[in-house]
């Protein structure tokens, strides 16, 4: 079989980053430099390594996947000498950017005439060659030839792929052939309007082809340094403060696109409709999206504006398609509210079985950024263990998983009620200097067992809180190993006064573009860092998971945590013996029907069958059903009732549902969930194992 | 209401001045004897100065007052420091000089509280929970040092004396009578004042949750409040009457039982409201969204039944609030007025 490496995500129908308008016209690159020179935890330093780093960053990240460029381009791009005065793009004597952008159009240009030729005619859908999926750095086609090739693959793919969406949508299922023959004129039109629209998205930006490539620019200058630091235009800022607010009608969320083009949502609003639904995550990727029971439009390909217009248009309803972090797609209806103030939207069920074990989930740690004093999430989780009280738990499941994190102060506060007093983490600025963050409240609100749920998802804010209750044997931690995120970010407006006067900054105030910057990294009271090692749970549990989800440690330029000499005393709980737990879960978990479907899922994800797609008709479309991952018999048998507990809502929020019908429907969602969900079965019967082991 | 507090940090610091009238007799009329006369005379000032200092700080009711002989006191250190900077070496041995200096030094800081020049803050700011207890661990260390630089300069005058061979004998003045009676009573009202002190910070941390509304604060610092009267109260039963004058103990733990009793029976009455008043906004909130057809009667019922539980709750709650700000006045006040007696009562005027 002719085998063809083509540099695919599969998937994701996007292939390369697309025009998100996120200039940064009025930023001044020399200004941000001193910032980060002057902020950054690392301290940069300019060195000669470093800067070809960064031109080679420059470039991958204008073209991640090779449909542009030729080698010889990037050859003599990279040959180009750049030295660490001429860095801002604005210095006319960085030949290297005047250069790259020069090359990037004219390879953009030829490119479209490219597509218009590729799409005229019917490829042969009887020749056996395949796409690969490949996540390496970029290998950049020899000659024009082998760049026909490569979109030739990718027009076949993307048409393929448009044929087997109306296969799968027809109950009737005729051969896959049928279907091509029907649909493969128009699937092939629409695959290449889709290359096309990438490509205008760049070439005709609103803003201008050139800020948007000094956008790309700057930001392989800042993320050269740490993968969490970034500029971030007015024009961004502005939208995500408006789309966060409190005075307007919103779906209460805010996306932004990734570096592989996707459209990712970046917060999601405490109460606001999108967090009431359950539909949506931070992290979700949104994959299409219809107003008011209109077509679902794809949005890869699409520029930023034209994507926020699709979603936070004149429409009040919509619905979405996403990919949830671990591979299921979904979809979903939002409604837009005007966001009230009301930030009393978190409740807790009762596992009730053998013993009563309270669960309440936290997605996020959010707090109210722009009103100083108001409550935050911990106060929320401190109420709702009060209700748990009531209804007289024997145990509490605090369930962290895909909770990218938020406020630390939050983290610290919600650990804080369950530990009496003393250190909870140390801080390390670029200057080497410690700072020891104590519990912010003396005494607890709850003292009985818990279990923290944590997975590779939990991030920063999440593990904090996990890695402070290890630390102190207060918690048993159970899921899997957690994301590795220990540093701590600040957003500083690029303005050259903030170098002189670094005060607290309102976001709303937004006249200027802002720098996201790494200022420190988090220790624990025993001077341990999680940052790229994550928090290692005591009792694992497998759940399925997507093999492309990132972690901190296999992100380019991850922050290494230096070893520091300081610790801070802290009075631990006594030690229990949680090796024993997790032996017992061990064996449950080998017996557990629902885990070796899970672990076979995982399997199938990761197995070398789903690593390509044949692009021959009477292949293509088994093979692309293993790729794209469709939830078969082997979901519904990890999606069971579990036989050791049911769900139900504590008694407070029953007698409320009784009236608030909102309330009752958004409960039944979760009680049937809570009931179904394999990882939370088998935590419940850890958390009995434990409340033996401690009592 | 704030619990009054006498000027203890500087009376603290007094135990430490060598309180001893130092008699130098000479065996022969040689020059060292004028030099140990020179570096320890000045001692004598200072001696009289604290008392006056200690004095006014327990029998004074003008803040002035007080103010004026601290920084008197304060003023003839820094003479002493600088007529003793002026003074050489002895035959090149300066020790006696260098632990002179060292220990005034530290008397001068500790008596205008630059605890930062002699304690390492950022440790002391790391072990403890806020900056009451810093203040109070600072002091506690600061203290610390200012006894172990007063025994090194008291060791350094013997070893001078042997060195030259001067007889030093120890006769306790009147003064210095005084002033350990007066430094006595003041310790054991400064001990009977830290047992009540953790819970009256701790019950103001409570108050200021009381006022945000944050349930988890709220509840954290009621828990805590309630253990720290508890411990106190065990701690306060071991101590002792001063001098058959039992009246700190008795004030101390009626206040103990005052908090206690907040903690474990008034605040929770305020929980109770807090978290029906919260259940009860989202009810409403959802009744007012129900359309009239839906507003079924058992769901009227409902409503009204929750606005009656709030009602209750919230005159419970006003009343409670009240009792406790009456009671925690007229403790405040008792405590105050039953130290100012016992100062007054104790130390010599």
Redesign the interface.
Known sequence: MKRLLILLSFCVPVVFFSGENNSVSGADTPVALELLRKYHFSGLVFDSDKISEIKRDFITNLDDHGFFFLKSDVDELLSVSLSENDLPYTNSRNAFFQKSIRTYKTRLTETLRLINELCAKSPDYTVDESVSKYDGPPVYPADERRKRLRWSSLIKFDTLSGVYEKYSEDKEKKPFKEYLQQYEASARSDAGKRSRQRISSILDNTEGFENYISQIYVNALVMRFDPHSMVLSAKFMKRFVSDLSSQTQSFGFAFNRDRSGDIVVERIIPGGPAWKSGVLSNGDKIQAVSSSGSAMIDLSGRSFNEVYDLINGKSNKITVKIKKKNGRIVTGKLVKQKMSG?N?IMTSYLLDGKKKIGYIGLPAFYTDWDTP?Q?GC??D???EI??LQRDKIDGLILDLRDNSGGSVSEAL?LA??FI??G?MMITVNKQGETA?I?DP?????YDGPLTVLINSQSASASELTAAILKDYNRALIAGSRSFGKASMQEVVPVKRSVLTNPGQVSLKQVDSDFLKLTVSILYSASGESFQKSGVVPHVEIPEISDPDSEREDNQKYSIIPPKINKT?KIEKLDDFNAASLAKKSRSRISDSARFEAIRKINDDRKSEAAQSCSLNADKFAADFKRIIFTEGDLYKSVFAKADDYSAKLNS?DT??S??????KDVSADKISSLNEDAVVDETYRITLDYINLIK | MTVKKKAISAIIALIAVPMMCLNVFPQTADAPVDYLEAVIKPSDILLRQSWEYMSAASHSKNPKTIENTRISLVKSISDYIETVKKMKSYKNDDALRQSALKYLNILLNVTKHDYEKIVDMKEVS?QS?DSFEAYILAQKKANDRLEESSEIFTNAQKSFAAKYKIILTFTESDLAKKIKKGSDAIDYYNKIHLILFKSLK?EA?LIE?NK??????I??????LS?YASDCLKKLSQEKKYDSDGSLIEKCKEMLQFYKSEADEKTPVI?EYV?LN??F???K???DL?SDS?KTQE?VD??NEKVKELNAAVNKSNSVINELNGKRNQFVDDWNNCMAEFVERHVPN
């Open positions: 009301d009393k004093g409550l911990a106060n989780v401190a109420r009060i209700k506060n804080g009620l009496d007093e250190p020891v104590k409240s003396r005494g607890t609100v801070a407070q007698e409320l009784q009236i608030d019908s909102y309330l | 790391e929970y701790q941390y949750a945000t509304g944050d349930i988890g604060k509840e954290q610092n009621r828990k805590t253990k929980v978290m919260e259940s906004e989202k009810t909130k959802a009744f129900l839906d769901k409902r409503f």
